[in-house]
């Protein structure tokens, strides 16, 4: 699990071909925005459209279950943000890379 305060430089989600093996989660807790409705926004390696992959919430606690389409075919970095907002406040981590491994084809 990673804070959503202090996250690391990168993030690994797993290897190209995986669907919904692995788990992305993020402590946002500290993030004061009681209706705040929490979310990904994400780059795939190679990619240039963001996009908002399905996420669950509960006790502060944001779940990404990564799926295949995240990992795209070759492996490489992606972008990312956490966010939250609500109709007054809204508030964003800093930007980070994702990192996907590669796999060997069959």
């Keep these: 699990m990673y804070n959503a305060e202090s996250l690391p430089q990168y993030i690994e989600i797993g290897y190209v071909g995986e669907k919904l093996f692995r788990e992305a989660q993020f402590d946002?807790?500290?993030?004061?925005?009681?209706?705040?409705?929490?979310?990904?926004?994400?780059v795939r390696?190679?990619?240039?459209?963001?996009?908002?992959?399905?996420?669950?919430?509960?006790?502060?606690?944001?779940?990404?279950?990564?799926?295949?389409?995240?990992?795209?075919?070759?492996?490489g970095i992606g972008r990312m943000q956490l966010e939250m907002k609500?109709?007054?406040?809204?508030?964003?981590?800093?930007?980070?890379?994702?990192?996907v491994n590669p796999g060997i084809v069959r």
């Design 45 to 75: 390696p190679f990619g240039k459209e963001a996009y908002r992959p399905p996420v669950t919430f509960e006790d502060g606690i944001l779940t990404w279950r990564v799926d295949e389409s995240d990992l795209g075919s070759a492996g």
């Design 86 to 99: 609500s109709a007054t406040k809204a508030r964003k981590s800093r930007i980070f890379d994702v990192r």
């Design 28 to 42: 946002m807790s500290g993030w004061d925005i009681p209706d705040g409705v929490p979310a990904v926004v994400y």
